[in-house]
């Protein structure tokens, strides 16, 4: 371990963080698929299962969630235009310290590992966007694709979330109160992601992580990812260690979930916040850029965050992403 990995932080999740860059082996799990299909009818039967699945295993993954597949795809397009800009150009738009907004290329260093993700990554958060978008001639149309799909996934977050609501005794729109975007306060974050190619791969190259492991430090994380391009796993029970490493599959029509440590904090302990990484695609498999979508809900900055339960201490969203954001991006 290295001496960014071996630090102490003033939060418990991130120790625990520190504990989790070995390899690990496989092993194959279900991942619940769960319908929102005629959601407001079935909002109970829904939140039962969104419940069991996030105290089980953490993550789930949504099918006729409401987010057309040309909205996704286009989302992905634009992506890649995005990326494929010179970095003198994505530099004029740099990630502002403890903003998560704006462009920046390997520079996040996870706890668990202790040196740089093989990515680069750009990140939307509406109100902090001033001179952070790309000049639109070289990229017609990219604001508008991003707000709007920035607004579906929010939109999504917000059903899941008032499921959770639901079942942790809160008022049915807390959670959407809690993540208002009309509020100069709201810090919920689309992120467009951009895994480096395999170019002239050495065998050694093939081994470890395109993003080292980690919880996300959000309430939920709605993740579209690109059939083909797949890499993503997670692994349950991070008290272990032993760790085992499950692979998520990209599917078309599918976004994949997971619980975060902001949500965790706030069900008192009882929804689980599951450690996931990316890990390296193998010699056979597909070696080109890989790009993912995640959509970040995290609670406004003036939100106090403490369960039902209290077990907690109340720290406001604002200091608690903080911490986190510090951590991850310490350079």
């Not at 990326?83 to 150009?89: A, M, R």
């Not at 993740?223 to 078309?252: F, I, Y």
């Amino acid at each position: 371990m290295t001496a960014q990995s071996n630090a102490a932080y003033s939060l418990a999740e991130l120790n625990q963080e520190t504990k989790f860059g070995g390899i690990g082996s496989i092993k194959q799990r279900e991942i619940r698929k769960i319908d929102l299909g005629n959601f407001e009818a079935r909002r109970q039967e829904i939140a039962d299962q969104l419940w069991e699945a996030s105290t089980q295993i953490g993550f789930f993954q949504l099918i006729n969630h409401g987010i057309p597949q040309a909205q996704v795809d286009e989302a992905f397009d634009m992506t890649a235009r995005f990326f494929d800009l010179p970095n003198e150009e994505k530099a004029k738009m740099p990630l502002g310290r403890g903003t998560n907004a704006g462009w920046e290329y390997k520079s996040q260093v996870r706890p668990s590992t202790g040196t740089a993700d093989n990515k680069e990554s750009y990140q939307i958060t509406v109100p902090r966007m001033a001179k952070l978008w790309p000049d639109s001639d070289a990229l017609p149309g990219f604001k508008a694709a991003m707000l709007a799909f920035e607004r579906a996934n929010w939109a999504v977050g917000m059903k899941v979330l008032s499921c959770f609501a639901l079942k942790l005794g809160f008022k049915p729109d807390f959670f959407t109160e809690a993540h208002d975007p009309q509020s100069t306060e709201y810090q919920s974050t689309l992120r467009l992601l951009h895994y480096l190619p395999m170019t002239n791969a050495k065998p050694e190259d093939f081994t470890g992580w395109r993003a080292g492991a980690h919880t996300d430090y959000d309430c939920l994380t709605l993740l579209h990812q690109r059939t083909g391009q797949g890499g993503l796993q997670l692994c349950p029970g991070k008290e272990s260690t032993d760790l085992e490493w499950t692979d998520v599959e990209p599917a078309p029509g599918v976004i994949t979930c997971n619980i975060g440590d902001m949500l965790r904090r706030w069900s008192d302990d009882q929804l689980l916040s599951t450690l996931h990484r990316v890990r390296m695609p193998a010699a056979d498999e597909y070696q080109g850029p890989r790009y993912s979508l995640p959509f970040f809900c995290q609670a406004n900055r003036d939100f106090m965050i403490q369960g039902p339960g209290k077990v907690y201490e109340p720290i406001s969203a604002h200091d608690y992403l903080q911490q986190r954001i510090a951590a991850n991006f310490a350079g």
